[in-house]
């Protein structure tokens, strides 16, 4: 008898018939003889509803002085979600109990809104799936040292799926979703993309942080450290379908990549169009100049991505880093203020019309010229490259945004990614 998680997100909850399906899709598990705990996200559009209100009694919230209320307004969701979730269930004849992130409890630290878990403890939860129940534990929510509501930031339930998870060494974690697995790149650009039927997690995460949007970040983190099995898959079959069959569909993400490294090099295909780039002009080419200018806008909780320095020439150099676009004014504001007057740099420039495209895959590590083949794939549409990072087993090129889907097109067929 296997213990299973299934985590559903807001679409897959996003109306009580969808919520009788996925009961039905569980119920169909635990009667084949599975423990089954399930950890759904609050239905489609509610923390923005919520959050929505919120902002209207506070428009002007400039500081955290409210973050700990948002919390426990935005958890509200996923209680909802849960609780319509047991009874569901059990109108289907099927024993279940919800319970909320602190009644497990899910142990957090004390940061509202971003939330970081610390540990589970699953006792009452292993207590009642030998009883024979389904156990429904709300995402995205856990409780700090202090008994308050925590929340774990946007995207947060597909992380308390894979904590649950990892808490209870469970067999299999499944995320639902409205997608069927993770695809070679958005099939909304490219429609020739192809399902993948396996990934590794390194891939997996070097793709959730250059933009795929299938899993969070912080999920595949958590999976790849405490080696959680985990399998994308739509929530949108038919919940009757052949239980085998549905174990075998989506993309499974795994850590079996001796096959693999020797066959396909290039993986998949991301993509992000919110970023900004910032330049500062004339720098002193001296020790400590980097540090000055990521130092303060590191101070200012301001989160940086690719960095690049020209050569010096008479003594001066060009200082480039993306960072956000939610944060591309506040950085630009901050320099000339602060930075540019105390370096004695020249001026301060800026392009919030920019994207981020990568190619990843863990056969770059065995292979040449792959870097140079995506520069001529980009070159021979015209597509000027900005800036350029690279890892093992990604590059990332920043260009205008304006050729972002060209860009992703030419690359996708230029690595034959739409052949199986």
């Known amino acids: 008898m296997a213990l299973i998680v299934h985590k559903y997100g807001g679409t897959s909850m996003g109306s009580t018939e969808r919520i009788r399906n996925v ?22 559009g509610e923390t923005n509803r919520l959050l929505g209100l919120a902002k209207e009694l506070a428009p002007a919230k400039t500081n955290t002085a409210y973050d700990r209320e948002l919390d426990m307004l935005a958890s509200t969701g996923e209680q909802a979600s849960s609780a319509l979730l047991a009874i569901a269930l059990q109108s289907e004849g099927m024993a279940s109990v919800s319970y909320a992130g602190w009644q497990v409890p899910i142990k957090t630290n004390s940061a509202f809104t971003k939330a970081r878990i610390e540990s589970i403890d699953d006792a009452r939860v292993r207590q009642d799936l030998a009883a024979g129940r389904v156990v429904i534990v709300t995402g995205f929510q856990g409780v700090d040292p202090d008994g308050n509501i925590t929340t774990l930031g946007r995207g947060g339930s597909d992380t308390s799926a894979v904590a649950v998870a990892a808490a209870m060494k469970a067999d299999e974690c499944l995320i639902y979703t409205d997608v069927d697995g993770v695809y070679t790149t958005d099939p909304r650009v490219v429609p ?16 959730a942080s250059l933009g795929s949007k299938v899993l969070q970040i912080r999920s595949v983190e958590f999976a790849g450290k405490y080696k959680v099995p985990m399998r994308v898959l739509s929530s949108f079959t038919p919940w009757d379908i052949d239980i085998h069959e549905e174990a ?26 919110d970023e900004a780039k910032i330049s500062v002009v004339g720098v002193p080419d001296k020790p400590g100049i980097a540090y000055q200018i990521l130092g303060a806008v590191a101070s200012a909780n301001i989160e940086v991505d690719m960095i690049i320095q020209n050569l010096s020439k ?9 960072v956000h676009r939610n944060d591309f004014a506040r950085t630009m504001d901050l320099l000339k203020e602060k930075v540019v007057p105390a370096l004695g740099a020249t001026e301060v420039s800026g392009d919030a019309k920019i994207c981020k495209v990568s190619i990843v895959g863990i056969g770059m590590r065995s292979h040449v010229g792959i870097a140079s083949k995506m520069f001529r794939s980009l070159s021979e549409e015209g597509i000027n490259i900005q800036m350029i990072s690279t890892s093992e087993i990604k590059t990332s090129v920043v260009i205008d945004e304006k050729y972002m889907e060209l860009a992703v097109r030419a690359l996708h067929k230029a690595f034959d990614l739409d052949q199986a």
């Open 23 to 44: 009961a039905k899709r569980v119920a169909k598990w635990a009667r084949a003889g599975h423990h089954m705990v399930v950890v759904p996200s609050a239905m489609s």
């Open 192 to 207: 020739e993309a192809r399902r993948l039927s396996t990934v590794s997690f390194e891939e997996m995460l070097e793709m």
């Open 248 to 273: 075998k569909s989506g993309t499974l993400i795994t850590f079996e990549e001796d096959e693999k490294m020797e066959q396909a090099v290039v993986s998949g295909i991301a993509f992000n169009r």
């Open 314 to 322: 008479d003594g001066k150099t060009d200082f480039s880093f993306t």
